[in-house]
């Protein structure tokens, strides 16, 4: 021991009570101590000695952190989820685990509604506040649970798509991070002929939500002038969706360009509150009506999907009537949405007899040049 002595301090601050009863010696020894925790002054409290390290050169030591554990894994619908108490929404307290077991109890309901069509994810491993990629292509080494489909785009090149045809691939997206689930407006039997067109009503910043409601009346009530029975559905964000369930008669091209002259026509008979462009210097004070949702490609949120947005809201259909009384389009959390799927779905009351017919487009030409 003797020749370890040495007689000045070999650390840059020593607390003083220390100092005074400190005999130093050479840091080159490495030895191994258990403790319970470090104080705020950083030194150890309840060390006990575990033997000397010989195998660890003392230059390679660093202070070990205590490992975050963030669970043992769980299997939900038959997926390993790792890290299931890792927090998702710091906010909501809502973990991975959360996640994973509120889209096993709304998959069902889900696959009715996204099931076979081509599906992107958002996805947020860290989390909400960490970084989030939106993802449409199913990519190298991509997980068993999440189908694929080959889809041509319109640059000629041919990509994966993800497809969820099962209850378990929802559980198999939470495991990758997944956070929000958006689809096409087709399903893969039939992809070139949408089952679903969608005003996405998205309000200027100080806009209340009280305008949003009214412009999705304002919608519904033309639809309806014109033939169509449609359907809304809160985002969970700042939004209202109008939707309207088709009968697969129309192929894409139809289908955008019926979607833009709505919106447009819209636009164009209250310019003050409406507008139908995406140019956001245009938009002032305005409601967008942004009817590109339903171009072959573009996807819109799903029903039921959770957001990941500040508490954990969910995306959910309502009726006309609930939407009246609601205060908000964020104001269902996942318990909320939980409870709605006892009862039916508003969006699966409405009978898909109804297509883009000739009636329906002269009625609205007719609407136009009246
Ligand atoms: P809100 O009511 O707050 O507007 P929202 O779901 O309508 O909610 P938007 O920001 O209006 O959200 O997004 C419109 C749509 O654009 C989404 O539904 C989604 O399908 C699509 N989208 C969102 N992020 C991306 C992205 N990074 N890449 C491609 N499409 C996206
Ligand atoms: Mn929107």
Not at 197 to 215: I, T, W
Not at 335 to 348: I, N
Request: proline share 5%; charged share 30%.
């Amino acid at each position: 021991m003797r020749k370890r002595q040495r007689q000045t301090s070999p650390f840059s601050e020593v607390p003083g009570d220390v100092a005074r009863s400190a005999r130093w010696v050479r840091p080159d020894l490495v030895v191994e101590v258990e403790y319970a925790e470090l104080t705020d002054q950083g030194s150890i409290r309840h060390g006990v000695f575990q033997g000397v390290r010989e195998d660890k050169e003392a230059t390679v030591v660093k202070l070990e952190k205590p490992e975050k554990s963030s669970g043992e894994a769980i299997t939900v619908l038959g997926v390993r989820i790792s890290s299931p108490d890792r927090v998702v929404f710091p906010d909501a307290g809502c973990t991975k685990g959360d996640v994973a077991g509120y889209y096993a109890q709304a998959s069902e309901r889900m696959l009715e509604h996204s099931g076979d069509r081509p599906v992107s994810l958002l996805r947020c491993p860290d989390g909400r506040d960490g970084d989030c990629f939106f993802q449409k292509h199913a990519g190298k080494g991509f997980p068993g649970g999440i189908g694929t489909v080959d889809i041509k785009e319109s640059s000629g090149k041919t990509e994966p798509y993800m497809v969820i045809s099962e209850a378990a691939s929802f559980a198999a997206a939470a495991q990758m991070g997944t956070i929000e689930f958006h689809i096409w407006g087709s399903r893969t039997d039939i992809l070139e002929k949408p089952d679903r067109l969608v005003f996405d009503l998205d309000p200027d910043e100080g806009l209340s939500f009280s305008d949003v409601k009214k412009a999705a009346k304002d919608v519904r009530e033309l639809l309806a002038e014109i033939g169509l029975e449609s359907v809304p559905m809160v985002t969970g964000g700042k939004g209202v969706h109008v939707v309207v369930p088709l009968r697969r008669t129309a192929e894409w091209e139809t289908v955008t360009f019926f979607a833009r002259t709505v919106a447009s026509f819209m636009a164009q008979r209250n310019p003050d509150r409406y507008v139908a462009t995406m140019s956001k210097a245009k938009r002032k004070g305005k409601i967008f009506i942004d009817w590109l949702r339903n171009d072959r490609g573009s996807t819109a949120v799903a029903p039921y999907s959770i957001r990941a947005r500040k508490g954990a809201p969910v995306a959910v259909p309502v009726t006309w009537q609930e939407l009246s009384r609601l205060r908000s389009a964020n104001s269902f959390d996942i318990g909320k949405a939980l409870k709605r799927l006892d009862k039916p779905c508003p969006l699966q009351s409405v009978e898909t007899k109804q297509s883009i017919s000739q009636a329906v487009v002269e009625a609205l030409e007719a609407q136009i040049s009246a």
